[in-house]
């Protein structure tokens, strides 16, 4: 991701002092796939609380400062082992948090560049569909699931908890291209136990005009 698309995400950019990203758009614009109370919670609670424990976690850490969240989070394994926790669960939820928010927004088409490349690495757009909602129905427990990028080459993975690809612990690396938040969180209020009917869902609010801008710019 390139300098200009970090700091139009992520506010204020540096350690100890990170902030919520607005949301870009009213908490009711993904009805009826995703409801308002839950993108009230979502956004305004749970991101906010990566970002406060984020913060609290690393403000001490003199050599920290000015260190970019992206810097941060793929390093894990060379920081103090003090703020590695804190820098992979809330670091981690603080990107996520902010690239999904991106992510999402009725209305848009898959075309350009990313859609020739999803016909060529997966066969079809519906091959790709069904193969994301798998690695999202499949992640047990709380986690993601992604396609990524490796200079150009699409593939499809899932990460635990607040773990993603850009992460240098990551067992299957790559840039995000489109992500998919399956913690309960994201959608109990409105799918409760159906995971598979939110992530059937998601296909009608994927922002592909943001994806394209995150697979040319990787
Ligand atoms: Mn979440």
Same mark, same amino acid.
């Given at each position: $991701?390139?300098?200009?698309? @970090?700091?139009?995400?992520?506010?204020?950019?540096?350690?100890?002092?990170?902030? #919520?990203?607005?949301?870009?758009?009213?908490? !009711?614009? #993904?009805?009826?796939? @995703?409801?308002?109370? &839950? $993108?009230?919670? *979502?956004?305004?609670? *749970?991101?906010?609380?990566?970002?406060?424990? /984020?913060?609290?976690?690393?403000?001490?850490? &003199?050599?920290?400062? +000015?260190?970019?969240?992206?810097?941060? %989070?793929?390093? @894990?394994?060379? /920081?103090?082992?003090?703020?590695?926790?804190?820098?992979?669960? *809330?670091?981690?939820?603080?990107?996520? *948090?902010?690239?999904?928010?991106?992510? /999402?927004?009725?209305?848009?088409?898959?075309?350009?560049? #990313?859609?020739?490349? %999803?016909?060529? !690495?997966?066969?079809? #757009?519906?091959?790709?569909?069904?193969?994301?909602?798998?690695?999202?129905?499949?992640?047990?427990?709380?986690?993601?699931?992604?396609? @990524?990028?490796?200079?150009?080459?699409?593939?499809?993975?899932?990460?635990?908890?607040? !773990?993603?690809?850009? $992460?240098?612990?990551?067992?299957?690396?790559?840039?995000?291209?489109?992500?998919? !938040?399956?913690?309960?969180?994201?959608?109990?209020?409105?799918?409760?136990?159906?995971? +598979?009917?939110?992530?059937?869902?998601?296909?009608?609010?994927?922002?592909?005009?943001?994806?394209?801008?995150?697979?040319? &710019? /990787?």
């Amino acid at each position: $991701m390139t300098p200009s698309l @970090i700091s139009e995400a992520f506010g204020k950019p540096f350690a100890g002092n990170f902030e #919520l990203p607005p949301l870009g758009y009213g908490f !009711d614009a #993904l009805e009826p796939f @995703i409801d308002a109370q &839950t $993108m009230q919670i *979502h956004h305004v609670k *749970h991101h906010q609380a990566y970002i406060t424990k /984020l913060n609290e976690a690393v403000k001490s850490e &003199t050599q920290l400062a +000015g260190k970019s969240l992206e810097n941060l %989070i793929g390093s @894990i394994n060379t /920081l103090p082992e003090k703020v590695q926790m804190a820098v992979r669960n *809330h670091g981690g939820g603080h990107w996520n *948090h902010s690239f999904f928010w991106k992510i /999402l927004k009725p209305g848009t088409q898959l075309n350009g560049t #990313l859609k020739e490349s %999803i016909n060529r !690495d997966f066969g079809s #757009l519906e091959n790709f569909q069904a193969a994301f909602e798998k690695a999202a129905n499949g992640q047990f427990g709380s986690g993601w699931a992604w396609l @990524i990028s490796n200079q150009g080459k699409l593939s499809i993975t899932g990460t635990p908890n607040q !773990d993603n690809p850009l $992460m240098d612990l990551a067992s299957v690396k790559g840039k995000p291209v489109i992500g998919i !938040d399956v913690w309960e969180h994201a959608y109990y209020l409105k799918y409760q136990n159906r995971r +598979g009917e939110y992530t059937k869902a998601f296909w009608n609010i994927v922002n592909w005009e943001q994806a394209e801008k995150n697979y040319n &710019t /990787l």
